[in-house]
Nanobody, 125 residues
Framework: QVHLVESGGGLVQAGGSLRLSCAAS????????MGWFRQAPGKAREFVAA????????RYADSVKGRFTISRDNAKNTVYLQMNSLNSEDTAVYYC??????????????????WGQGTQVTVSS
């Protein structure tokens, strides 16, 4: 029923910025926690950031804290990931996800049951 679509990925030089978008349809965000994950080739899926709708609480992986910001636009049913000071280790496919109760923060991919198709982010060195 719920459908998530990521966009905004691309090629950027080290030190640059990108903003990813995750648009939802078929269900409102008010009943879900939203998360961003990333996966590099041959590596496990890694938690990046998450946000609850009820209180707007956020949580970030240590590797991106201070550089990435998760935010939302309620009217557009869209979640964003602003990525600054990008480096080569940020290169990955980025996925947005929805799941669980929107009152809690989840950092495990197993706590999310709906996923987007992913968008490629490539940072050149």
């Amino acid at each position: 029923q719920v459908h998530l679509v990521e966009s905004g990925g691309g090629l950027v030089q080290a030190g640059g910025s990108l903003r990813l978008s995750c648009a939802a349809s078929g269900r409102t965000f008010s009943t879900n926690t939203m998360g961003w994950f990333r996966q590099a080739p041959g590596k496990a899926r890694e938690f990046v950031a998450a946000m609850t709708w009820s209180g707007g609480r956020t949580r970030y992986a240590d590797s991106v804290k201070g550089r990435f910001t998760i935010s939302r636009d309620n009217a557009k049913n869209t979640v964003y990931l602003q990525m600054n000071s990008l480096n080569s280790e940020d290169t990955a496919v980025y996925y947005c996800a929805a799941g669980g109760s929107g009152r809690f923060i989840y950092t495990s991919p197993f706590d999310y049951d709906t996923w987007g198709q992913g968008t490629q982010v490539t940072v050149s060195s």
